[in-house]
C-alpha cells in the first residue's frame, strides 16, 4: 500500500515560473517588436518570445500533472527550465530556476511505502 506524498511546492514552483516565464516572453516580444519599429531589425526576438510562450505553457501543465504522471512533470519542468533560459536567456533566469527546482524535487521525491 502506497500514500501519496504532498507535491504542493512542486506544483506551486512550476504554476508561478509559468506565470513568470509569460511574462519574460511577452517583455522579449515587446523589446523586438520595439526593435523593428525603430530600427527595422528585431534581432529575432519575437520569435525567441513566442518560444518562451511555449515553453511556460509546457512548464505549467507538467505542474499540474505532478500527482499523476510524476515522472513525466518532472522531465517536462527541466525541458521547460533549459527552454526558456536558451529562448529568452536573462528575462527567463528566474522561472528558469523555479522550473529547474520544481523538475528536481518533482524526480527526486520518492513516493512513501507503507508496509503493513
Known amino acids: 500500500m ?3 506524498r504532498s507535491r504542493t511546492t512542486e506544483k506551486v514552483l512550476g504554476i508561478i515560473g509559468g506565470i513568470f516565464g509569460m511574462f519574460g ?3 522579449a516580444s515587446f523589446m523586438g517588436a520595439m ?4 530600427s527595422g531589425d528585431s534581432g529575432g526576438l519575437g520569435g525567441l518570445g513566442a518560444s518562451a510562450f511555449v515553453f ?9 500533472l505532478v500527482y499523476s504522471k510524476t515522472k513525466f512533470a518532472g522531465w517536462g519542468l527541466i ?5 526558456i533560459i536558451i529562448s529568452i536567456s536573462l528575462f527567463g533566469v528566474i522561472p528558469g530556476i523555479l522550473f529547474l ?3 528536481i524535487m518533482t524526480l527526486a521525491k520518492k513516493e512513501k511505502t507503507i508496509v503493513e
Open 2 to 4: 502506497s500514500e501519496k
Open 25 to 27: 516572453g511577452f517583455f
Open 35 to 38: 526593435g523593428e519599429a525603430f
Open 56 to 64: 511556460s505553457i509546457l512548464g505549467i501543465v507538467s505542474a499540474c
Open 79 to 83: 525541458i521547460s527550465a533549459v527552454g
Open 101 to 103: 527546482i520544481s523538475g
